[in-house]
């Protein structure tokens, strides 16, 4: 199984949604996915694979795409830097 | 003068999920103590406690909500759900800013913290899960209702242990009486029957064991009392301005006229009698009624050698002669000490009370105590007109809260 493969069926699970309802092509905001629920999602992956996702790169993740994509490159120790510096100024997951 | 009215009530207990079902229980002296479910119990010295049962989050919140909501939050929502559909009210989008919410929690998500703290320590775990902190917060509950009903005025949390809804209530009473809203739901939920708590409150030695007989377990009053028993669920009260619930033509269950807080300011565990009899005096005079008005005392009545004396003491210091003509009782020998959700649960029962001249009576009680010798209403519930009517709160630290409720009509 690939990762978009485990990133879509994560999300589907963690979001109670039906599986056929998401896809690489769905963004966040498709699945009403908000930002605690991004955050719920990372978790979720970082505890199935038994990594850790910088923050940087969690505040850019908005759609399954960019979620798979970043995953493979965290999974092949692939420096992530420019994904941290895609993120600056981006909104943070979570306030307060 | 703002006057305040209850027009809408809801309960989630042990020994009823809904408001008439928790009176049809108390009237009959109901026990809900049972030997503990939530885990196994056999590794403690207490085994029981007033546990909702077979509750099944399933029956009331899909699962996506379910993953945002403690055990404590769940039952507080359920409890708004039935004081907001016995009340009848529409509040319409412009009226949100004046309807708000108050409640109390003493653990807030206990089961949240002991299963986040489990996998930490006891598993090793080297990250939580992000729902961790949404659903643990004491303001979960209020901000959970806030949001299932739009309400958009003053919201906020008491945590002030066994008076936590006591004083909840007391703070949205005053909250529209004084003009900062019109529409209030008030009262408490807590969930603290975990392992971990359990162990807590195990070591303060104030649990009542049992003896291998739960249901009979908690006999406050009587003098073969052996402590308290926890419990677990919510009660909410729909509080609202009086001509807001007269032109709505809403259906009044009782007044709320009077409420009283004082700190006994001595002691972290043991009460005092000055600091509650402050309390209840100046719940009377806010109401403007003198101490023989008052016909029944929904007691704090926990059932411990030590609070049971002293409210009993702290009555007589009040009501004089008075107070042995004056009915008492503690419905917690039935539905268990539910912590930050019993002061409304009680105020509850003390509305039904007037509303339908029937006194709740002090279950399981078998012998007097010298120390305790006014009517506690023993194990009978009684059937007497009563109009004015109070529910104690005193909670450990010293801190106390007295509701004075009138009969309407």
Known sequence: MDAGEKVMEIIAREQHLDPSKVTMDSTFAELGIDSLDGVNILFALEEEFKIDIPDAVAQNMKSVRQVADSLTRVLEGKDVSDLAAMAKGGTPAVSN | MRRVVITGMGVFTAIGKNKEAFFESLTRGHSGICRITQFDPSALSIQIAAEIPGYNPDDYFPAKRQDLLDRFAQFGLIAAREAMETSGITVKDEERPRFGVVMGSGMGGAGSFDAGYHSLYACQATRLHPFTIPKIMHNAATSQVCMEYGAQGPALSTATACSSSGHAIGEAFHLIKFGMADVMLAGGADAPITYGMMRCWESVRVLASGNGNPSTACRPFSADREGLVMGEGAGILL???????????????????????????SHITQPTVDGPARAIRMALDEAGHSPEEIDYINAHGTGTRLNDSTETQVVKAVFKDHARKLAISSTKSMHGHMMGATGAAELVATVMALERGVIPPTANYTQPDPECDLDYVPNQAREKPIRVALSNSFAFGGLNAVLLVRRWG
Do not use: P, V, W
């Not at chain 2, 709505?248 to 006229?257: C, F, K, S, V």
């Open chain 2, 239 to 265: 509080l609202e301005e009086l001509t807001h619930a007269t032109k709505r033509g809403a259906r009044i269950y009782g007044e709320l006229a009077g409420c009283g807080m004082s700190s006994d300011a």
